[in-house]
């Protein structure tokens, strides 16, 4: 196999299980991703992958072009980051990873004025509240909460962030207590664990939303109770926490790019920027600053 985008083909599916996976990472139809299999079936005389019930599973022969591949993989993903750790000059393109909320309701003011402080750099922002792989690429930087983070990777913990649980004054103002509900997740029980110490444990669990901007929105409008960011529900004047609830401290929030660029200018400058920040915000994200 020489062609690097058959490569590729292999890993996706190897990685996601399924064409339906493996044609969203790549950009193509499923039918594309179906029509390339059989091309690769029928180059090496036999099948790459058997599907199965839990998904395409790589066979014998498929297992071998697997591990040709992320031999490959490892080659190609060295050699751009050589590429880039070699660029002395504060121009280029960063890659940089942040959850949602952080950049909705922190960073994207701060965001904007770096790329206006430095126009030679293309910012390009992905939202993923998934620890995405710095050793394939996926980005240059990430800012993630995190109590653990790979070992391997760079950077600093800059502070923890906290939170606490809410409810719309009104909401709480005009609901009998035997009708309040939580906002949960699609996973809760009835009574989950993360409501003790709140006042109101004995409340279930109405609505459930896993999207965690979805949450705080209903919360917002009144559709229950909720545990929140201290960044995001201390800044939206209809939440009040509820009575007698303090701050608990949740997650390191950490800046962290690959070994391999840590030197790259451009890369050391948006890190220092992004935890001078993100260190301006410490009271709001420990839910100290209350106005």
């Known amino acids: 196999m020489k062609n690097w985008q058959d490569y590729q083909l292999i890993l996706s599916l190897y990685r996601f299980g399924t064409m339906r996976g493996a044609a969203d990472e790549l950009g193509v139809n499923h039918a594309t991703i179906s029509r390339r299999l059989t091309q690769l079936n029928r180059e090496y005389n036999g099948l790459v992958f058997e599907r199965t019930v839990d998904g395409y599973k790589p066979t014998k022969l498929g297992k071998v072009i697997v591990a040709a591949a992320l031999k490959v993989e490892e080659i190609d993903l060295v050699a751009q980051r050589d590429l880039q750790n070699?660029?002395?000059s504060l121009?280029?393109?960063?890659?940089?990873?942040?959850?949602?909320?952080?950049?909705?309701?922190?960073?994207?003011?701060?965001?904007?004025?770096?790329?206006?402080?430095?126009?030679?750099?293309e910012?390009?922002?992905?939202?993923?509240f998934r620890l995405v792989d710095l050793d394939r690429a996926e980005a240059d930087i990430?800012?993630?909460g995190e109590n653990s983070p790979p070992d391997h990777l760079v950077g600093r913990s800059l502070c923890q962030y906290s939170l606490c649980f809410y409810g719309q004054q009104a909401y709480l103002q005009n609901t009998p207590r035997s009708e309040l509900r939580w906002i949960g997740k699609s996973s809760d029980s009835t009574l989950p664990n993360w409501t003790m110490g709140s006042g109101y444990e004995d409340v279930p669990v109405g609505i459930r939303l896993d999207d965690i901007?979805?949450?705080?929105?209903?919360?917002?409008?009144?559709?229950?109770?909720?545990?929140?960011?201290?960044?995001?529900?201390?800044s939206e004047p209809s939440l009040v926490r509820l009575a007698g609830c303090n701050p608990i401290p949740f997650q390191n929030l950490w800046v962290l790019t690959h070994p391999?660029?840590?030197?790259t200018p451009r890369i050391k400058l948006l890190m220092t920027f992004l935890g001078d920040t993100i260190l301006a915000?410490?009271?709001v994200l420990s839910g100290v600053d209350v106005n």
Do not use: K, W
């Open 281 to 283: 915000h410490q009271s």
């Open 91 to 121: 121009a280029g393109q960063i890659r940089l990873s942040i959850p949602p909320t952080i950049g909705q309701f922190l960073l994207m003011q701060s965001l904007h004025r770096f790329t206006q402080m430095y126009p030679e750099i």
């Open 86 to 88: 070699i660029d002395f």
């Open 142 to 144: 990430v800012v993630r």
């Open 123 to 128: 910012l390009i922002v992905d939202h993923s």
């Open 213 to 234: 901007s979805s949450r705080h929105y209903a919360a917002v409008a009144g559709l229950g109770l909720t545990r929140g960011a201290c960044y995001m529900a201390d």
């Open 260 to 263: 391999h660029l840590r030197n």
